[in-house]
């Protein structure tokens, strides 16, 4: 299949959530109480990693959670692709309608937030007596800030540039190993409803429909998410809908969790190296399915748990850059997004 038959069937949407960090580069003076003795550290929720917060950050955790669902709502219906999330055109339209109510809740929080900034200040201020100074000198107004508090969003149309390829042929390529990965990281959950049971209640099958949903709207991509899916919908369409699921139906399901709980099992059962069979155990006892050898491929280092793992904050002066990647990019649609003044920071997870 060529790049373009891909490309012209995907819609890029670039997301641009940025976030305040509610830090400042910690100073040398910052170290120094100037009520106690000179060698006296600051407090752990105050300073840490070479800078210090001059706000709360539970205060700020609204707009992260909102930035993880505005991923979400991508990666379900789409995978990573080129510094954003390469959606299936027919989907665009229900990803960017979520985005969009994401978008109009984040104003809304950054209006309240903004309103109650001074107070938030000057509450964690009275939280950390003795450190006072050192945090009102970072303080910056709350109009600064207002301009780091920013979501914006950008469905474009992508298409290699005519005469320089450059790389993209590597990365079109890849879209199937990222498609797995995102699967796998999503679907390693599910252990926890076979390891030592003997029965799947009808709750874990909700992650197998929406790996399903995922694998369904994205198999044009790559030939090895065929097989995966068909493996997927007819174990589905097999179980009961209402009752625990038993016997060898549960077995098949936990070849199933095996498969697509690991990105190169499901890459070798695509390619027909691997049948679902080979995976699925002969004995629903607890012993038999306690330690299975699972065999995890390692994941890429920028894939995010959104719901267990909290990224690193940038401090003020970090920003996010756009990717250059030699390609030409026009927008499909108008943007959305407000055209207000810079600001700041820009799983398929259930």
């Known amino acids: 299949m060529s790049i373009e038959t891909i490309t012209d069937q995907m819609t890029l949407i670039s997301l641009d959530v940025r976030i305040w960090s509610g830090r400042k580069k910690l100073r040398a003076e910052d170290l120094r109480r100037p009520d106690g003795p000179q060698a006296e550290l600051p407090p752990d929720d105050l300073v840490s990693l070479g800078s210090k917060r001059v706000c709360n950050p539970d205060a700020l955790n609204v707009f992260h959670r909102l930035k993880k669902q505005a991923e979400r709502a991508c990666i379900n219906r789409g995978t990573r692709f080129l510094g954003g999330f390469a959606v299936p055109n027919e989907e665009v339209e229900k990803v960017t309608e979520e985005i969009e109510r994401l978008r109009a809740v984040f104003q809304d929080e950054r209006s309240k937030f903004l309103a109650a900034y001074d107070q938030e200040i000057e509450s964690w201020v009275a939280q950390h007596p003795g450190w006072q100074e050192a945090i009102r000198n970072a303080i910056e107004p709350a109009e600064v800030v207002g301009g780091r508090l920013g979501f914006r969003y950008r469905p474009l149309r992508i298409a290699p540039h005519a005469q320089v390829r450059g790389t993209i042929g590597e990365d079109v390529a890849e879209l199937g190993e990222g498609i797995f990965h995102e699967v796998a990281q999503s679907a390693r959950h599910l252990e926890k409803s076979f390891l030592g049971k003997d029965e799947l209640?009808?709750?874990?099958?909700?992650?197998?429909?929406?790996?399903?949903?995922?694998?369904?709207?994205?198999?044009?991509?790559?030939?090895?998410?065929?097989?995966?899916?068909?493996?997927?919908?007819?174990?589905?369409?097999?179980?009961?809908?209402?009752?625990?699921?038993?016997?060898?139906?549960?077995?098949?399901?936990?070849?199933?969790?095996?498969?697509?709980?690991?990105?190169?099992?499901?890459?070798?059962?695509?390619?027909?190296?691997?049948?679902?069979?080979?995976?699925?155990?002969?004995?629903?006892?607890?012993?038999?399915?306690?330690?299975?050898?699972?065999?995890?491929?390692?994941?890429?280092?920028?894939?995010?748990?959104?719901?267990t793992q909290e990224a690193d904050l940038p401090t003020d002066d970090e920003q996010e850059q756009p990717p250059s990647d030699g390609w030409a990019i026009s927008s499909s649609r108008r943007d959305t997004a407000g055209r207000k003044e810079t600001e700041e920071e820009a799983g398929f997870f259930f």
């Open 201 to 307: 209640t009808q709750r874990a099958l909700g992650t197998f429909r929406k790996v399903r949903e995922k694998l369904a709207v994205v198999s044009f991509v790559d030939y090895r998410i065929q097989p995966v899916l068909e493996a997927i919908e007819d174990w589905l369409e097999r179980v009961p809908r209402n009752r625990a699921i038993k016997g060898a139906l549960f077995n098949e399901g936990f070849g199933l969790m095996l498969l697509v709980s690991d990105p190169k099992r499901m890459a070798a059962h695509g390619e027909g190296r691997l049948a679902l069979q080979e995976l699925i155990p002969q004995s629903t006892t607890p012993a038999a399915l306690q330690e299975p050898s699972l065999g995890h491929a390692s994941e890429p280092a920028q894939d995010i748990d959104f719901f």
